[in-house]
């Protein structure tokens, strides 16, 4: 919904939000999500616009919201409600009015010391607590300066002074972030910033409505919240799409000539288009996809990203789309390429016309208004929160030479007639065996990723995948792929329930990188082999369509299931029955065991 | 700005924050004839009334408005109309 993409109009947010939300309910397929917001001031019109958002991106939360100022109390005793709501997400919206007691002027060194360690062990008590009790992820804002300065700029450095005591307790915060999983700060001091302190910390809404944060800021403090949320729950974009004539680079290549387009330390335009190439740049390394979705000739246009004042050069890119077709069909064959779905893309163009043919053709692809003023295109995307980092796996730094390997692979499997020979030649290793942790955070992205290759699509925090593989009475296997073009990383999860000697499939999920590569199969040996050290003789497994898991459908027939029931939605119940002579169907893949 | 003007763009924030088409606005109009006009709501009404008018509501005045007329009187006296 364009009202709520970001640049929006924050004031037209709060005065239609009901008519918005109307409108947002009527989205099908939406993600629930248990969200308990443990607020130090009034939270209500933060649980009300954080919704919209959600919404807007395919989460349905439901709400536990603690009673005015309780965030401690509901923290740290027993809470029979909270306990029962069994939050998935828990928020602490505090602010620098919740911190309890501020250093005194007259205060020792040593007594500054205590109060500081004071307010760190009640926080860290907390935090602990809820992780001991709840075990899901928590969300904790960092502080916003105070609005008085005793000592006027001295507050920066003098341990008296509330700035250096607040940046204190910020950068303890930020510790315990650095040190613990499942724990992720909201910064609001940055965010407060941006905005502006004084309209942020309005003392208007405090008195009137004892608000922290004043009302026309809250669209901004919810739409950054919900940023982290969407990211845990897996609904980050990976490719970043460019066109190149006015928004790499000033001019248009075709008629300009790669000599004269702006790029580059000669003018201030040609530096403005290089800080936001640069900016492109870092975000390819964090393993956003780049791809270009141009208007031109090939060849022509490729001389502009070969000058060398440029900072990007074509290499950076994954895909490239530069002809004379609708963008929007490039989107889509693109797309194809990278096995990724439109709504996994940020289409980025100066082009207002092309921006609308996309957003009208390309559903779920995200497409900024990003205006025409180039010196506030890297602001736009940057604060929309598109690629919101909060894990950052090793895959995830990875998977830009993942999907470059890709690429490569595609290419070596023309060279073949065979594809046997092919996926031969691959040198395939898989990695087989039951959920340890160090892949418990990858493993629950996975379960909340995919879309397409996924038979029953029931989605999992980390707790609760955690708690599977704790269980006796599940089988719980994730697979790693590597060939010689590079490691996947763990690409294929499957999780079974054993009642009464049977097993029934309850998420079998793979990554579309790894399609057609005997993965599935192995998967299955090693399903079928757990089954049978359990003395278990039958598998049954279930297909729930959805409206992006068609290519999945036939898939239980493929692995030699029976079809025993379809209802009239198209849900189908599958059987196997383990025979004693079962063969093993991969035969591509050299497996080990897991650690 | 009139009485009547102000009544008019009333009106349509009135609709817009509650989202019902159907809301008529008088002199005796309070929050018990409108279904969720509560305190919370009443913030972000406040909030709007400040944006449409370009004015700010004194702290004072926020909670003791009895009726649709007394914000009448509160917009006109605020944007210097009377």
């Given amino acids: 919904m364009r009202e709520l993409e970001y640049p929006f109009d924050g004031d037209y947010i709060i005065m239609k939000k009901k008519a918005l939300r109307r409108e947002l309910l009527k989205k099908e397929k939406l993600l629930p999500l248990r969200i308990a917001v443990l607020g130090g001031y009034t939270t209500d019109d933060i649980v009300k616009v954080l919704e919209l958002f959600l919404l807007n991106s395919g989460i349905k939360p439901t709400f536990y919201e603690s009673e005015y100022n309780r965030y401690y109390e509901d923290a740290m005793f027993e809470n029979g409600e909270l306990e029962a709501f069994k939050p998935e997400i828990i928020f602490i919206c505090t602010s620098v009015r919740n911190i309890t007691d501020f250093p005194d002027i007259n205060d020792s060194a040593e007594t500054v010391e205590n109060k500081f360690k004071t307010e760190c062990e009640r926080l860290e008590a907390m935090w602990q607590r809820l992780d001991r009790v709840y075990g899901c992820p928590i969300i904790q804002n960092n502080y916003e300066y105070p609005s008085e300065r005793l000592l006027g700029n001295r507050d920066f450095w003098d341990i008296h002074g509330a700035v250096n005591f607040t940046l204190r307790l910020n950068a303890f915060i930020g510790e315990y972030a650095s040190s613990h999983g499942k724990f992720y700060v909201h910064d609001v001091n940055y965010l407060s910033s941006l905005y502006g302190l004084e309209k942020w910390s309005d003392p208007f809404y405090w008195h009137m409505y004892k608000y922290a944060v004043s009302v026309p800021a809250i669209p901004r403090f919810a739409f950054n919240l919900s940023n982290i949320i969407k990211s845990l729950m897996g609904k980050n974009r990976k490719v970043l799409m460019l066109d190149l004539d006015n928004t790499l680079w000033g001019g248009v290549i075709g008629d300009d000539g790669e000599d004269n387009i702006e790029i580059g330390q000669e003018t201030s335009l040609g530096q403005t288009y290089s800080e936001f190439q640069k900016y492109i740049k870092s975000l390819s390394s964090l393993g956003i996809l780049l791809a270009i979705n141009s208007k031109n000739d090939e060849e022509t246009a490729l001389k502009g990203l070969r000058r060398p004042d440029t900072v990007l050069s074509p290499e950076d890119f994954a895909v490239k789309r530069i002809n004379w077709e609708p963008k929007s069909e490039n989107l889509i064959s693109a797309a194809e390429e990278l096995s990724l779905l439109p709504e996994s893309f940020v289409f980025v163009d100066d082009n207002p016309a092309e921006r609308e043919i996309v957003r009208a053709n390309n559903k779920g692809t995200a497409v900024p208004e990003i205006g025409d003023r180039p010196e506030y295109y890297k602001d736009i995307i940057d604060r929309s929160g598109f690629f919101e980092i909060t894990e950052l796996s090793e895959d995830d730094l990875k998977r830009k030479s993942m999907y470059k390997a890709n690429a490569e692979r595609r290419e070596s499997r023309t060279q073949f007639t065979d594809y046997g020979e092919y996926l031969r030649s691959l040198d395939m290793k898989g990695e087989i065996g039951d959920f340890i942790p160090a892949y418990m955070s990858r493993i629950a992205q996975l379960t909340n990723k995919s879309n397409q290759f996924n038979l029953t699509t029931k989605r999992y925090t980390q707790n609760e995948i955690e708690e599977a593989e704790r269980e006796d009475d599940t089988i719980t296997i994730y697979g790693k792929l590597s060939d010689r073009f590079g490691d996947n990383g763990v690409v294929s999860v499957v999780i079974g329930r054993i009642r009464d000697q049977e097993c029934h499939i309850e998420l079998w999920i793979m990554s579309c990188r790894v399609l057609k590569r005997d993965m599935e199969f192995a998967m299955m040996d090693e399903l079928v082999k757990k089954c049978t050290e359990r003395k278990v003789s039958t598998i049954f497994g279930y297909y729930y369509p959805t409206a992006k898991n068609a290519m999945v459908k036939e898939f239980y027939a493929l692995q030699g299931f029976e079809k025993i029931s379809e209802d009239e939605d198209g849900n189908t119940v599958w059987r196997f029955d383990i025979k004693e002579d079962y063969a093993k169907k991969n035969r591509y893949i050299d497996v080990c065991s897991g650690v | ?82």
Avoid: C
Wanted: aromatic share 8%; no cysteine.
């Fill in chain 2, 1 to 82: 700005m009139t009485r009547e003007e102000v009544f008019e763009r009333l009106t349509e924030v009135f609709r817009n924050v509650f989202d019902d088409d159907t809301i008529e606005l008088s002199e005796t109009t309070t929050s018990k004839d409108i279904e969720d006009w509560d305190s919370f709501e009443h913030i972000n009404l406040i909030v709007a009334v400040e944006k449409e008018f370009s004015i700010k509501v004194p702290m004072g005045k926020v909670t003791t408005m009895k009726d649709v007329g007394e914000m009448v009187d509160i917009i006109l006296q605020e944007s210097g109309a009377v």
